[in-house]
């Protein structure tokens, strides 16, 4: 087996919709993802680790939840109770969470609703159905906001008393936490020492 | 062991589907998404749509059936059927569903239970042809099953 010069990053999709969850779900593994999905928005929140109205991290992480960084999350727009637009704010809301890019996805294309989620702090807007053409858009989303996210960890390492901090020295990369600020290896730069994931093919 | 005729007849039969407006590019699109890793992917994915729709087909005709009707809710669920036959390329479903969405919006019920009829009827037709388009498909076998690449 090669050796991969990265992990693959992983995208929190989110549909009510089951046929569309797994259309998305393949259209991401075709692409190289690792993909996590959830049926609405409350279950998306608690993944990453949100619990209830508090929107800042929670003192004590669970153990699980400390492997799973997330690297992108594309939601639908239209779903009952929570929508995607209001996952969307509840994201940009989070400390935590406001770094993850965000996509969302429609299958009506109505432009103050692009332009109301464009304003909120999504990165991208996919028109339903969505194709495999659209997946090559995420990537560069993704490492646009992993470079925001090293300079800002290179700013304050000094004062960084987050207690969801790894157990391990902040310049080791073996493991992955629920804050994907934790991340540290950029693209191409460096081979990260192989984890329990497993390449989709 | 030759496919040649299997295949014409898969061929024709997709050809006819595409003709008669049954399906669009999204099916393509889907067919496109299938390999050895998941060699199953279309028919999986249709088989969720049809267990999906017909769910919202039972909640659309009890909606239609509660008096006051409330179109807002029949919207609504007309739009989940809509998406989700888009996604899997169902052209006709897609048509009938805008035509329903545009009773509700003229708060036409008579407008409303005319198109649920036909939108029952394209269900069901849709489900019986890729039925048989998928049963086609698996006499070939799942080496033989990129459609896409048969040109």
Redesign the interface.
Known sequence: MAVATETPFHVLAVDD????R??IE??L??SSFQVTTVDSGSKALEFLGIHGEDSSPPVSVHADQLEVAVNLIITDY?MPGMTGYDLLKKIKESTSLRDIPVVIMS?ENIPSRINRCLEEGADEFFL??V??SDMSKLKPHILKSRCKEHYHQEQHQQSDSNSNECSNPTNSNSNECSNSRKRKAEDNEEVLPQTNRSR?? | MDYSNLRRQIISMKKSLFDQGYLDE?FN??E??Q????PN?VE???A??F??SSRLLTNIERALEKYPQDFYRLDSLA??F???G????ALRMKNECSMFKAHCSDRNLEGCRRSLQKMKREHATLKQKLETYFQLLRQVGPRERAVNSWK
Not at chain 1, 17 to 20: G, K, M, N, T
């Open positions: 919709s089951l046929p569309d797994k259309l393949r259209l593994k075709t239209c299958s339903k159905p194709r495999l989709h093919s | 999204q699109q889907l496109e998404l390999d050895d890793s998941s992917f999986e994915v249709v969720l749509f267990k999906d739009h989940q809509k998406g989700s888009s996604s899997i390329g």
